[in-house]
């Protein structure tokens, strides 16, 4: 079984792609196989963001059900 990459994994692997696109370390055909695995990751990270805001949004809301301010 394979190990779920992490958010941190990914965004390393994602800063690695851009830092060998602004190289210009990349041939056109490993251009085109490292702009997707980019998009990917970035899509990734950006699921894992917004499921961690809604968590959090939630979990703030969620603070405030039956309680009663005493005023």
């Known amino acids: 079984m394979a190990k779920k990459e992490?958010?941190?994994e990914a965004m390393k692997r994602l800063e690695t792609i851009v830092s060998r696109i602004?190289?210009?370390e990349l041939?056109?055909?490993?251009?085109a196989d490292q702009l997707k695995e980019a998009q990917r990751?970035?899509?990734y990270c950006r699921d894992k963001l917004y499921k961690a805001?809604?968590?959090i949004q939630k979990m703030?809301?969620?603070t405030?059900?039956?309680e009663k301010?005493?005023?």
């Open 41 to 43: 990751l970035v899509k």
């Open 22 to 24: 602004e190289g210009n």
């Open 6 to 8: 992490t958010y941190a």
């Open 27 to 31: 041939d056109i055909d490993e251009l």
């Open 53 to 55: 805001d809604a968590e």
């Open 64 to 66: 405030d059900d039956g």
């Open 69 to 71: 301010s005493v005023d």
């Open 60 to 62: 703030l809301s969620g």
